[in-house]
């Protein structure tokens, strides 16, 4: 019975971790850009939802919006100032320039917020959900079920509005897009800022589970990069899939063998499919 | 719709690195008229409709329509100035349906009812894109998917349609079929420019045409005249 206990807290992890990595897909996939700031929007992200909390008791979910707002300007601003000028370069020029905007904002962060261990302590948390043997927090319940909305919220927006048609088009075929008069470089701009976004709102629903901490955004980044490969890249249900697969596995590895290990058990799968199925479980079908 | 067109490309030179592809290229189309560029692999027909179409910018020389410089326009400008462009290799967004697809090409319009009814036209136009509509575009067949990339540039509502290649690699049937369209769009007061490599069925197409050889223009005019040049016979259609 203790197995439906690993397994529930498996699928909260893995919802979290959707959320951080479907914005990391996005990028990813659409952009061709590998994103290093990734990890730190997380945690900045997370910040915005501390402060919120500690300074005007604004809930980490109020903040989700907050965080993702402020979040979307700052990836917008990046990319159409800065990456949008070296987009058509190979994909290690991106990387090297997402590294080094990675080493600065990140260190930024070190200097203003410190490298301690902040916690959002909730004053009033949501009464714990008891099914059976199964004990499940119910605020870490709640940030699941936010993060599984946001992520089927990009997904809808994906399939059926004008800028998420355009940004399908894009990851498709980048030229064909720019003869129907979709403008790129502001789609590229879009597209990044809503990476951001994400990552801020999962940073937002994170707060009230993980120790925030600037130390912490090169494992958000390695969850991510981990989802993007199990699930297949550049498709919102790859993320959700591989999500919750590395939070099962993580869970169940955890269990078995403990959680000092939780690491190298995801990269052992990692390695694993990269031998068995390199494509991703879902592949490229799932461009949406 | 229709309305006054002049398409007017003067001396364009353009390339690729430190590849120059065109030397002076002057081609104009008239509203009404077909148009058609022929000429061997390689000599640079793509590279001019990428200018066409503001893909590639110019290195030198001018594109005008209606006698607004359009030089350093975006793509976005041309299809606003009513310049559709149906690329070499049809290039259609294969993991979506052949409705979303069509759609794509109406992306800068607002009008919805006239987009749904235009929609309507096109599968009047081409039926099995209609039986198709849900189907990803990425499973349709050479043809079809030639019909569906036509369809996509018709739903711009140009008054110049650009076509690069309209036959490479289709059955002659389907030829015939597209062909047949190509003239009923062109009735319908659209403006065509089209690329061919198969010149005796382009020359049959089209009003006037250019034949461009290693990025020159080197012969022009009524396109029934150039087929019956001897030159023109012997070096693309094998016939003396």
Redesign the interface.
């Known amino acids: 019975m203790i197995y439906f206990q690993v397994l529930a807290n498996g699928l909260i992890l893995g919802g979290l971790y959707a959320c951080i990595a479907v914005g990391f897909s996005l990028v990813w996939g659409v952009l061709n850009v590998i994103n290093i700031l990734h990890g730190t929007f997380v945690v900045l992200g997370a910040y915005v939802a501390w402060f919120a909390y500690a300074y005007f008791g604004i809930h980490p979910f109020v903040s989700v919006v907050i965080a993702g707002a402020i979040l979307y300007v700052i990836g917008h601003a990046i990319q159409a100032g800065l990456i949008n000028r070296v987009i058509a370069a190979p994909v290690l020029i991106t990387l090297t320039l997402t590294f080094g905007l990675d080493l600065m904002l990140n260190n930024a962060m070190l200097v203003a917020f410190t490298a301690d261990y902040r916690q959002v302590n909730l004053a009033n948390p949501l009464p714990a959900i008891i099914i059976g043997p199964v004990f499940l927090p119910g605020d870490r319940v709640a940030a699941m079920v936010l993060a599984f909305l946001l992520t089927g919220l990009l997904w809808r927006t994906l399939r059926d509005s004008k800028i998420g048609r355009a940004i399908v088009a894009v990851r498709m075929d980048r030229e064909a897009a720019a003869l129907m008069g979709v403008p790129v470089a502001r789609i590229n701009a879009i597209t990044f800022g809503i990476g951001a976004l994400m990552a801020g709102a999962a940073g937002a629903l994170l707060s009230i589970v993980y120790p925030i901490s600037p130390i912490n955004a090169p494992i958000f980044l390695g969850k991510a990069f981990i989802v993007c490969v199990i699930g297949g890249l550049g498709s919102v249900p790859g993320a959700m899939v591989g999500g919750i697969a590395l939070g099962v596995v993580e869970a169940f590895g955890a269990f078995w063998f403990g959680p000092e290990h939780a690491l190298t058990i995801s990269f052992g799968l990692l390695l694993l499919l990269l031998f068995v199925r390199p494509g991703g479980i879902l592949g490229k079908k799932g461009y949406e | 719709m229709s309305g006054e067109l002049a398409f007017l490309a003067s001396d364009v030179e353009a390339g690729y690195g430190d590849v120059q592809v065109l030397w002076g290229v002057s081609i104009e189309v008239r509203a009404g008229e077909i148009v058609c560029i022929v000429g061997s692999n390689g000599v640079g027909k793509s590279t001019f409709m990428r200018c066409a179409?503001?893909?590639l910018p110019l290195r030198a020389g001018t594109i005008a329509i209606d006698g607004v410089d359009m030089s350093t326009a975006?793509?976005?400008d041309f299809?606003?100035a009513g310049v559709?462009?149906v690329?070499e290799g049809r290039?259609?967004?294969?993991?979506?349906s052949v409705r979303?697809n069509l759609?794509?090409?109406a992306?800068?319009r607002e009008d919805k009812a006239e987009i749904e009814a235009d929609l309507e036209k096109v599968y009047a136009s081409f039926p099995i894109l209609a039986e198709r509509r849900k189907q990803d575009a990425g499973t349709l067949s050479g043809g079809e998917q030639q019909m569906c990339a036509i369809g996509?540039g018709m739903m711009?509502r140009p008054r110049l349609l650009l076509i690069d290649e309209l036959s490479l690699g289709l059955a002659p049937r389907i030829v015939d079929l597209l062909s047949d369209q190509l003239r009923v769009i062109n009735e319908q007061g659209v403006a065509v420019l089209l690329v061919e490599q198969d010149v005796m069925n382009a020359l049959e197409l089209a009003d006037r045409a250019y034949v461009i050889d290693r990025g020159r223009v080197t012969a022009s005019g009524e396109a029934a005249e150039l087929a019956a040049d001897p030159r023109i016979r012997e070096a693309y259609m094998g016939l003396a």
Do not use: E, N, Q, T
């Open positions: 179409s503001g893909l975006s793509s976005a299809v606003r559709a462009h690329p290039r259609l967004f294969s993991a979506m979303d759609l794509m090409g992306y800068l996509r711009a």
